[in-house]
């Protein structure tokens, strides 16, 4: 499975942003997709999930209300809409694959198998 990650950018306070993840090859292993984020200096956190159907999403509480998680069935990419955003918002951002995806194990790092390069948002006061 390769993953792509794309739509970051230099965007002010208050400012919306898309990010999308592309993904490719053995796709019909995955059960669950999640984004997740990395400020400097700061470890990689859990920011959005949702089942490979697309029925269940999830949300860090920094997020909720203001971002919303997606899929697109037909072309097999996940989007983070990001809305309202905040320079602590500013990140590395990383789209994530799982073959074992569940509710519980959402948030942990390690219930991904698959990580794509990361795209760079970065909020302006």
């Known amino acids: 499975v390769q993953l792509q990650a794309s739509g970051g950018g230099l965007v002010q306070a208050g400012g919306s942003l898309r990010l999308s993840c592309a993904t490719s090859?053995?796709?019909?292993?995955?059960?669950?997709m999640g984004w997740f984020r990395q400020a400097p200096g700061k470890e990689r956190g859990f920011v959005a999930g949702i089942s490979w159907s697309g029925g269940s999403t999830y949300y860090a509480d920094s997020v909720k209300g203001r971002f919303t998680i997606s899929r697109d069935n037909a072309k097999n990419t996940v989007s983070l809409q990001m809305n309202s955003l905040k320079p602590e918002d500013t990140a590395v951002y990383y789209c994530?694959?799982?073959?074992?995806?569940?509710?519980?194990?959402?948030?942990?790092?390690?219930?991904?198998?698959?990580w794509g390069q990361g795209t760079k948002v970065t909020v302006s006061s």
């Open positions: 994530a694959a799982s073959n074992e995806w569940s509710y519980i194990t959402i948030r942990r790092l390690q219930a991904y198998d698959y």
């Open positions: 090859g053995r796709t019909f292993s995955i059960t669950g």
